[in-house]
C-alpha cells in the first residue's frame, strides 16, 4: 500500500487512445477496487470512460460506487443507455442519491423510469431531503427489530431480513409507529443467550434527525464510536441509519473544503487531476480579486504616508518584514481557532474568553520577536528605527491574533463558513492595519 | 446535538472550588459521554479531576477512554493510586498502551506492575511496535476463525469467543502458524446457510503490517469501506485489527497536524481551551522566528535597490499589495498540492505534471489580475508604473504557484511533512522573490 508510489506508472491514455481494451483490462486486473479508482481519478474523461468499459461487469459496479461522485456523473454521459441503467440500479439507494444530485434534471428523470417501482421510491424518498442532510445521506434499507422479543428470536429476524440491508451490525427497536425505542448491537445480541428478552440490553438511542446537517451526523458517529446511527423524524420514527462509511466520506469532504477556503481558494469539485486547469483558475481567481480588492488599502495608506515615506526612505525596507510577520501571526491565531470551531472545542459562547487569551498570546509573541530583533535591527537601521520597528511588532502582532480570533468566530455565528474568512483575509486586512499602526508610531518616535 | 451551542453554560470551575460534589454531579448526570468529555475538555486540570471524581464509576471510565490522550495522563496523576489502578486495568490493550506512552517511563512501570499477567502482556507487545504505527494502535483481542469451519460452526465459535474482542464483525480466517487466509464479515456469514463451507464465502484479506504508519492504514480502512482491518506481521501471521473507530481518530489527529503546519504552527497537544496561553505561544514562536528570519532577505533586496525607490517612491506603493498577492497566490496552490498529496490524489511521479499544471495556472492568474487591475492602477500611478506592476504580476504569480506546487512535493519525497513548507514559507519566499522581480521590470521599463 504504502509502496505504490514506487511502483511503475500505467499508462492508461496510451492504452484508451490505441482502443486497446485487452491492454487496459491486463493492466487493471492486477489492482484492487481502491486502486483502479485512483488510476481512473487520475485521468482524463475520456480514457476514463474507455478503461471503465473494459473493466469486468462485477468491479465496474464496485468501482464506480467509490468513484468521486462528479466523475461519476461525468462517466455516466459517456456509456451506453443500458449500461447506465445497469449501473443505476445496482446502486444503494443513498449512493444514486448522491449520484442523481450530480446530473442534469432531465437525465434523472430518466434514470428514475428505469428503475422498479420500489427502488424509485427509496432514491425519490432520499431526495426529497435538504441537500447535505443526514437524510440525504442514509440508506433506508435499514433492519428494524419489533419490541418484545427475545435474543434468539431478533437473531433469527436478523438474519431472515439482513440480506439487503446496508449494515445489520445497528439495530434500532421499535415500537408502535415505528418509534424508535432504543439500539442493540449485533455484537450484543451475538454474545447474550438466546432467551434474554432485547429489551435487557437495550442501550439508550443516540440518533440523528433526517434534517441535521450530515457533518454533524458524522461527528455523532465519530464522537460515539458508532457503526451506525438510526435516523429519525421529527416524532424520533426510524427512518433509515447513517453509516460510519459514510460519516468518513463527509468528514472528508468537509476537510477538502476547510482547507481549500483557509488557503483562499474554493474546493475544487473533483480530485486535482481531474480537474482541469482552467477548473483551478476558476477556483481560486475570485478570491484573489477579493483579496486583491483589500489589498488596495495598503496603497491608500502608503499614499496616506508618503511624506513621512519620503522623509525616512529606510522606513520602507521594514514595510514587508512587518506586516509579513503580522500576517503570519493572523494566520496562526486564524488557522488554530478555525479548527478549534470546527472539531467543536470552542463555540460561540466562548468568543471572550478566546480571544483574551489569543491577545494575550500576541501580545508576548510580538513582545518576544521585538525583544529578539532589537539588537539585528539597530545594526541594519540604527536604534530609531529599530525602536519604531519593535513597538510595531507588538501592537500589530496583538492586533493580528485577536483580528484572527474575533473573526471565524462572529462570521460561524452569523452563518458564514468560518474557514472563509480566515488566513489570507486576516493577513490582508492586517496588511493595511500594520501599516497605519508602523508610520504613526514611526512619526511619534522620530518626531516627524 | 447541534443546539449545544444555545445551552446554558455549565459553570463547573465554581462548583469545583467550591467542592460541590453533589452539584457537579448533578450538573453532568443529564449529559452522555461524549458531552461530558467535552466540557472536560474545556476546563482547567484541576476542575477536570474534581469533576472526574463526581462520575459515578461506569460512566467515568467510558469519559476516561475518549478524553483527549495528552489530558488522560494529566488527569492520572491528580487522582488516587487505587482509582487509577482501576482505570488503567478496565481501558483495551491498544487504549491502555496509548495512554502510557503518554506519562513518565516510572509512572508506566508501576501501573504495568498492576495488571494482570496476561493484560501485562499484551500491553507490552502493542508498546513494542514503532510509535504512530498500526501495530501500536491495532487491538490484540480478535477473534480468529480456524480455516476448515462451517458457517454454522464459524457462528457458534465467534459466540463463545466473541466477549472480550473489541469488534467481531471482521473476521480473519487463519489457517496453520496463524497465517491469514481470507477474511470474512460476520454479516456475510450472517446471511448464509448454515451448512455453507466458510471457505466458500471468504474475501482476499485486505491487510496492513504491523509497521505500517498509522494514518496509511486508516486510509485502507476508508477508501475500502471497511469496520476494521487484520494487522499482520512480516509473514503475514495474524497479531490484531486495527478498527474503523481508531481510523477515524487517526484521521482526525493527522488534520489536526496538516491544518496547524498550513497555518504556520505546530499542533496543540491538546483540546484549544485546555492548552495554556504559553502552549499557544510555545506552539508558534518557533515558526514566526524562522519565519522573521526568512522575511530578513526582503530588508536586503529592499536596501540593494533603494536608489531606485529614492528615484521612484511611488513604486513604494505597491510592494504590500504586489508581494501580499504573490503570497495569496502561492498559499492557494501550495494548499491544493499539500491537500492533493495528504489524500493521495497526487504522487512524486506526478511532479512534472502538478508543477506545469500549477504554472500554467499561475501564468493564467497573473494575466487575468493583470488586465483587470491595469485600468485602475493607470489612473493611481500613471501608465508607467501600471505597465510595472502589470508585468510584475505576471511573472510573480507563475512563480508562486510554481514554487507552491513544487516545494511541498519534494519536501514529502525527503521525507518532510509537506504542510510544513507551505503557505506562510511559500509566502516569504515569494515576498524577497517578487520582489526582486518588481525592482528589475521596473529598472527595466523606466530605463533607471
Known amino acids: 500500500m504504502a509502496d505504490r508510489d514506487t511502483d511503475l506508472a500505467l499508462d492508461l491514455p496510451a492504452l484508451a487512445r490505441g482502443g486497446d481494451v485487452r491492454g487496459l483490462r491486463a493492466a487493471l486486473d492486477p489492482l484492487d477496487v481502491p486502486a483502479v479508482v485512483d488510476e481512473l481519478e487520475r485521468v482524463d474523461a475520456l480514457t476514463r470512460a474507455v478503461a471503465f468499459r473494459a473493466l469486468p461487469k462485477g468491479t465496474a459496479l464496485a468501482v464506480f460506487e467509490d468513484l468521486d461522485p462528479a466523475l461519476q456523473g461525468e462517466l455516466l454521459q459517456e456509456l451506453r443507455e443500458e449500461a447506465v441503467r445497469d449501473i443505476v440500479a445496482g446502486l444503494d439507494p443513498d449512493d444514486r442519491a448522491g449520484l442523481l444530485d450530480e446530473l442534469p434534471a432531465g437525465v434523472t428523470a430518466r434514470l428514475l423510469s428505469g428503475l422498479t417501482a420500489d427502488e424509485r421510491r427509496m432514491t425519490t424518498d432520499l431526495l426529497g431531503y435538504p441537500p447535505e442532510s ?144 482552467l477548473g483551478l483558475v476558476r477556483s481560486r481567481i475570485l478570491w484573489l480579486l477579493v483579496l486583491i480588492a483589500a489589498a488596495t488599502l495598503t496603497v491608500s495608506v502608503l499614499d496616506a504616508f508618503e511624506d513621512t515615506l519620503d522623509e525616512v526612505v529606510a522606513l520602507a525596507l521594514f514595510v514587508p518584514l512587518l506586516i509579513g510577520t503580522a500576517g503570519n501571526t493572523g494566520a496562526q491565531a486564524a488557522t488554530t481557532v478555525v479548527r478549534a470551531t470546527a472539531v467543536g472545542d470552542v463555540r460561540f459562547r466562548d468568543l471572550p474568553r478566546v480571544v483574551g487569551r489569543e491577545a494575550v498570546t500576541g501580545l508576548l509573541l510580538g513582545t518576544g520577536l521585538s525583544l529578539i530583533g532589537a539588537v539585528p535591527a539597530s545594526l541594519v537601521a540604527g536604534p530609531e528605527i529599530a525602536l519604531v520597528l519593535a513597538l ?29 474568512v480566515s488566513a489570507p483575509f486576516i493577513t490582508t486586512f492586517v496588511d493595511a492595519t500594520g501599516l497605519v499602526v508602523y508610520f504613526l508610531i514611526a512619526r511619534a518616535v522620530l518626531g516627524l
Chains 1, 2 share one sequence.
Open 134 to 277: 443526514a437524510g440525504r445521506r442514509m440508506t433506508p434499507q435499514v433492519v428494524a427489530l419489533p419490541a418484545g422479543l427475545t435474543v434468539g428470536s431478533a437473531l433469527a429476524h436478523v438474519r431472515r431480513h439482513g440480506e439487503d440491508a446496508e449494515t445489520i451490525y445497528t439495530l434500532p427497536v421499535v415500537g408502535a409507529g415505528r418509534h424508535v425505542e432504543g439500539v442493540v448491537s449485533l455484537r450484543r445480541l451475538f454474545v447474550t443467550d438466546d432467551d434474554v428478552p432485547v429489551a435487557d440490553v437495550l442501550s439508550d438511542p443516540v440518533v440523528v434527525r433526517a434534517d441535521t446537517d450530515q457533518e454533524v451526523a458524522a461527528r455523532v458517529v465519530r464522537d460515539h464510536g458508532l457503526v451506525a446511527v438510526p435516523v429519525v423524524d421529527a416524532e424520533d420514527r426510524l427512518l433509515g441509519v447513517f453509516t460510519v462509511d459514510d460519516a468518513m466520506r463527509v468528514l472528508e469532504h468537509e476537510e477538502d473544503e476547510d482547507t481549500a477556503r483557509a488557503g483562499g481558494s474554493e474546493p475544487l469539485r473533483k480530485p486535482y487531476l481531474a480537474t482541469s486547469v
Open 392 to 420: 510595531a511588532l507588538v501592537v500589530v502582532c496583538t492586533l493580528a491574533t485577536t483580528a484572527g480570533a474575533f473573526t471565524p468566530m462572529v462570521a460561524k455565528r452569523v452563518g458564514l463558513d468560518p474557514a472563509v
